[in-house]
């Protein structure tokens, strides 16, 4: 691959065209998996937070795919790519477990820390 001078806009628009193809799996799964959480522990309705959240979640993974590739492509765009893959996996737990396991929330559903049982144990939220 050739080098990419400093001036380009070449990783920027890159960045723009992986985040956007890697936002939409990234926010449909969030809002899937935050939906499931909300609906097995009782957190209230669903619908307009989830219609509300896909877009957002799909601005934030394109915005930090921009800001990732953009800036560190000139430093190999396999380890730019690999790092805004690990930050987009990163950012889609920190959406489900902050958006989706709300600990002050009171729960009739789910133990007293909202994770519900069909969540495995191996990952925190």
């Known amino acids: 691959m050739p080098d990419i001078p400093t001036g380009s806009t070449a990783p920027w628009l890159r960045g723009f065209g992986l985040g956007a193809l890697a936002g939409v799996p990234t926010s449909l799964l969030a809002t899937v998996l935050i939906a499931s959480i909300w609906h097995t522990c009782h957190i209230g309705p669903i619908g307009l937070g989830m219609m509300l959240g896909a877009p957002l979640f799909w601005f934030l993974t394109t915005a930090l795919w921009v800001l990732t590739l953009g800036p560190l492509s000139r430093f190999g765009s396999g380890r730019a790519t690999a790092l805004a893959l690990l930050l987009n996996v990163l950012l889609l737990w920190l959406l489900v477990s902050t958006v989706g396991a709300i600990n002050d929330y009171p729960s009739l ?17």
């Open 109 to 125: 559903g789910c133990p007293p820390d909202n994770v519900p049982p069909w969540w495995p144990a191996f990952i925190p939220i």
